[in-house]
């Protein structure tokens, strides 16, 4: 109760400073943002692709459910699409916010590039939100007829979400879910293809070595399918019965991450390695950024510390067997993973291209040092707030770790 | 019944495929009548041993350009080489390369950055551009600026800020492009007469080239075997900046 009371405070103290950063983002454009020609991307891309990494890999363990039909997570399957919805939204916002002209994001549908990774990526998630969003609504349907019924705020609420379907049978039930199955596969070639696509727009950079490696949109998986499931595990300890009900499937989640982290860790130490034996001077000089410039503390504390070794030893030693363990230790990843993500953007950016272009001119928009704005950082929080909120309001609204009595069993 | 079904379908796919060819036959022969032919390869010498670091390539540009704070087109480098003393720098201005296989083309979401067709200058179309500066990310040269916006304190004494660039002639405001877009060098293309030629004797050419009092710029036809640029190359050694990428950069360096 306490915590879930944390969690409303949390998301609507957020509300605060995005109301103030959408303020200045409207009325001041990028003027008060950080980055600049050197450092193009910043805090926002770092935070996009780490919304949308949650994304992919929280829907890629629905199909756990959904397509391969694993009983144990069933309480989580509704949960993780919904979080799979709710983490784009908030990957779409920031890289919104982003963008130098927000009223023209349309143009990316009209003016096509075929050659263009990012033009791919938006197309693909384009498709996979509406995906996501008929997969959650077949999903959620029955819950709602049957939940519209209750009368009340909620039930008008319901009304509204069920699109007017009053069928709550178990013949259309099981309908619903017969159009889940092929939906949520269709979906996993969606999400790969996609969050690949995020790791293939970083890798086909040959400019960036930092970036430029086919295991790019791999690893982007891999870290994908590990945050993701690490805040699902989060989250189900948290929504609706809680750590309590979910102890046995939390435990297993745990495990799940577990063994993704390390593989993830794997994947980035070959490629660490690879890279630092290659010695390619621009590799190495964004490679040392990472872990020795003035920021490693964001590897070594954030990204290896709380994202990886807490995390590791937590779910390896015995208190793997206690579901608040592993939540706290899924939390760590969840927080952990921003500075994954930190990592991959800023130190690839942050290396002078040409020799003495930095120092050509003293101007802050050609730094090659980059740390986020306060402006940067409100909309950031302020958008972290609004997933808190979201989140909430699919708790108080949304049935989604159970289907709902039928209404000739209430009786 | 079956056979009058197959040689109906069959009637119709070989319709479809007649039609398609037909429409791909008339597509590649209206682009090959609209696409203009390339009747330039616009490109620079730049002779690193004749500059003098002086900037006056960097003024001239913004004057000409009217270019906001934070966004150069070109800039100049000055790096001691290895084992060299300190007063004896190489400097080196580097405006937009303007590549032969131009990465920041390819990874533009929205066509909105270019190689034109007739003469090889790389543009970007202020309309178009969402500002999403993956071709900042992309340029190996460092030779894309976001116009954040910014504006000198110092306005012109006529006030309004109009730039020449593309022809448009746009004045500056707040939020209308090109702020919120990536900028770059055109070779200063809005000198080019109507016919897309450039006039050395009447000033129509890119400013850095036309300021430096070193005569370190040439500009010139990278295709037209008589003119100075190519001349140049034919007789002193030439490089050009990052080979491996591949990316083919219409701007060389005498060292």
New interface residues.
Partial sequence: MTLKRLFWTAGLVGLVPLAIGLYLRIT????L?AY???V??GLWVAQYIYFIGLSAGAFLLSSLVYVFGVKRFEPIGRLAVFTAIVTLLLALFTIWM????LE??W??FV???F?????WM?WLYTAYFLLLVVEFYLLMRRDLVVARRMGGWRGRVAAIASLGSRDDSDAGLARDMRLVKPLATIGIPLAVLFHGGVGA?FG?????PYWHSGMYPIIFLVSALASGGALLAVASSIFQEGWREHREMIRDLGRVVLGLLLLDALFQASEIIIGLYGAEPAYVASLNLAIGGPYAWVFWVVQVGVGLIVPVVLLAAPTRRDARWVTLACAAVVVGFVGVRLNVVIPG?SV??????T???D????RSDYFPSLFEWLVSLGIGGLGLIMFGLGEVFLPLSRHLPRPGARA | MEAGQVSRRELLKSAAAGATVGTMAAASAVATATEPVRKHHWGMVIDTQRCVGCEACVIACKIENQTP????YT?????ALPGARNDRPVF?T?PCFHCEQP?CV???????TYKRKSDGIVVVDYD???????C???????A???????DYELQPAAGETISPEYRQYRVRT??G?P????RKCTFCLHLQDEAGEYDREAGRWPACAKTCPAKAIFFGDLDDPDSEVSRILRERNAIR?KEE?GTEPSVYYLI
């Fill in positions: 001041s454009g990028h003027e943002a600049g020609s050197i193009p991307w982003d963008i130098g002209h023209r994001f143009h990316v003016y096509p590039n050659a263009s990774p990012m033009a938006i727009l086909v950079i040959a400019a960036r950016l002078e291209e040409i020799r003495g272009l120092t050509a001119f101007d802050p928009r050609i | 704070p934070g966004v150069f800039v100049v480098t000055r790096e080196m580097k990465p390819d990874v533009c979401p929205v066509g909105a178009r551009c969402i500002g999403c500066r993956y900042i990310v992309a340029c190996p040269y460092g894309r600026w976001f116009d954040f916006g910014d707040p939020d492009s702020v919120g877009n990536v900046l990428l």
